[in-house]
């Protein structure tokens, strides 16, 4: 108040004030308590002199010539204003003081260009933690469980046990996940200061100082942040981390995609884990819950690797693959798997379901002599294509049945080997190529839009027929959205007849099975 108006207005903005900022710093940094926020008061562009706060375009990348005399000026700049046309870089060679400063502060910094430190240690993991998942499982139980179960064995593992870190929005028990509540605590930095409503419980919610799970509430993009900020602990601390965030499948790539894609910048190394997934699996939530397109909004992301597993030796094989990619062979990129809560049973893995195939893309799950017809199905569809293919045997039509891990991995594989091919790199076909050159009609179907298994369409030699859940999704049961969305076993059964050309049978088929056809695709509801 002591001051004038021309006074006030040579104050400097505390965002420009070196001792200010310092010191705004200094505090910050010796609260240990609490988290500062500093507010800094800046104009954009400052010391630039007449170009500071010109809101211009970023199209804009130099100063005029009357700038540059604007800025010679203010710093006393020893530079001939006689060359501004065509600038020449400031030479410090003969300022000993100046070049020697300079060059003391870049080295005291880590240098002149940023570099990425990466930690070269390689994770070792038991073997054993794997066992058993590629056996027959008769009873009947999720893939969100089956995860659950092997996210339990890793963090046992003695090996790199201690680098698994769960990441779970809301309340967890959606997947199963409250066993973990009791052997591995969620972390809390000041550990249990409540008493939880399910104290009586044997899986109640246990917070401590020591917990391993990080639960979130809900707040996607705040678990998402935890999940990035473990996924690049091996170049930000030199320490690798392996994080499995586990959500709503509805609620990752569409809500916190720009975090997403931060991740690819990045370089993360991670899972994501999309739960209740499927258009038709997570019955009775309707439109905002029923995910059908999380893979393509996946496929976006360049170094983001996307799965579809249906059987429990699919989703063992991705995780143990995507660890020895990710912190054995120290490959920049992340996993992302969708998971169901539907429970049914899981097969023994057959001799096709190799590792190599199943990370590709693709392995024929159920082999036939002389087959008129292929199925391709990927997650819980893989069930409605087995049932398919029996009612189709019962009209003495023949079908084969792959597993299609992701629709994904198979294009991307595509897409390389063309290039590679065109350009004559090396001349190799491409993993989807390998599998269906074999000229036959061929049925795909997933509980996803149809543009998720159109990508391979133009690799698979015959004609193809997509099924998929185009449209908003339902609130209603399970066998009536899959009716609804024409994806079950007796639409996938239906559409072989009709691309086979057995209309009377089809026709047959319609009236034996009550069939109701709309005139109006699902899609236009």
């Known amino acids: 108040e002591d001051m004038s108006d021309e006074q006030v207005e040579q104050l400097n903005r505390g965002g420009h004030d070196p001792v200010k900022v310092f010191n705004a710093y200094r505090l910050a940094y010796e609260d240990k308590q609490k988290p500062t926020v500093i507010l800094a008061f800046t104009i954009k562009g400052y010391g630039i002199g007449s170009r500071q706060a010109d809101n211009t375009t970023h199209q804009v990348k130099k100063l005029t010539k009357e700038n540059l005399e604007n800025f010679i000026e203010k710093f006393n700049l020893p530079v001939d204003k006689a060359n501004l046309d065509n600038p020449d870089f400031l030479d410090l060679s ?5 070049n020697d400063y300079l060059h003391e502060r870049r080295k005291k910094l880590g240098g002149y260009l940023p570099i990425r430190k990466v930690s070269d240690e390689k994770l ?3 073997s054993s933690t794997f066992e058993g998942f590629d056996d027959f499982i008769e009873r009947e139980q999720s893939s969100t469980m089956i995860f659950v179960k092997l996210l339990t064995k890793l963090l046992r593992d003695k090996k790199f046990g201690e680098r698994v870190v769960p990441i779970v929005p809301d309340e967890a028990r959606t997947f199963g996940m409250d066993a973990l509540f009791r052997q591995f605590g969620i972390y809390s930095s000041e550990g249990q200061k409540y008493e939880p409503e399910d104290a009586d419980k044997v899986m109640f919610y246990r917070e401590s100082e020591s917990g391993i799970m990080l639960e979130e509430g809900i ?3 705040g678990a998402f942040s935890a999940w990035l900020a473990l996924a690049t602990s091996y170049s930000n601390n030199q320490f690798p981390m392996i994080p499995f965030y586990i959500f709503y499948s509805m609620f990752g790539f569409q809500r916190i995609h720009d975090l997403a894609w931060a991740a690819g910048d990045s370089r993360a190394r991670g899972f994501l884990l999309g739960a209740t997934s499927g258009r038709t699996t997570l019955n009775g939530e309707g439109l905002q819950h029923q995910d059908g397109h999380s893979h393509i909004l996946a496929s976006t992301i360049p170094n983001c690797r996307s799965y579809d597993p249906a059987f429990s ?8 693959e995507g660890i020895k990619d990710m912190y054995v062979q120290g490959n920049d990129r992340f996993y992302y798997l969708t998971l169901m809560n539907e429970n049914y049973q899981h097969p023994k893995r057959p001799k096709n379901a190799t590792s190599k195939n199943i990370i590709n ?3 024929k799950f159920l082999e036939a002599k002389n087959p008129s017809i292929r199925i391709l199905a990927s997650g819980v569809t893989l069930n409605f294509a087995i049932q398919a293919e029996k009612l189709l045997s019962k009209m003495n039509v023949i079908a084969e049945i792959w597993s299609i891990t992701s629709f994904n991995e198979l294009y991307k594989g595509a897409i390389e080997s063309d290039r590679n091919n065109r350009l004559e790199i090396n001349n190799s076909p491409s993993h989807v190529e390998e599998c269906f050159s074999n000229e036959m009609t061929t049925i795909a179907v997933s509980e996803y839009i149809r543009s998720y298994p159109n990508q391979i369409r133009q690799w ?3 004609d193809y027929i997509v099924l998929g859940t185009d449209g908003f999704g339902r609130s209603d049961t399970r066998d ?5 969305f024409e994806i079950n076993a007796n639409h996938i059964a239906l559409n072989a007849l009709y691309s086979l050309n057995m209309k009377k049978e089809a026709r047959e088929f319609i009236k034996s099975n009550k069939i109701k056809l709309d005139e109006i695709a699902p899609w236009l509801k």
Do not use: C, M, P
Request: hydrophobic residues 30%; neutral net charge.
């Open 94 to 98: 003969s300022q000993k003081d100046l």
């Open 124 to 126: 070792k993991f038991e």
């Open 219 to 221: 707040n996607e993009a």
């Open 313 to 320: 030796y699919e989703i063992s094989t991705i995780i143990q």
């Open 361 to 363: 893309g693709a392995y």
């Open 460 to 462: 698979v030699k015959g």
């Open 480 to 484: 009536k959205l899959r009716d609804h």
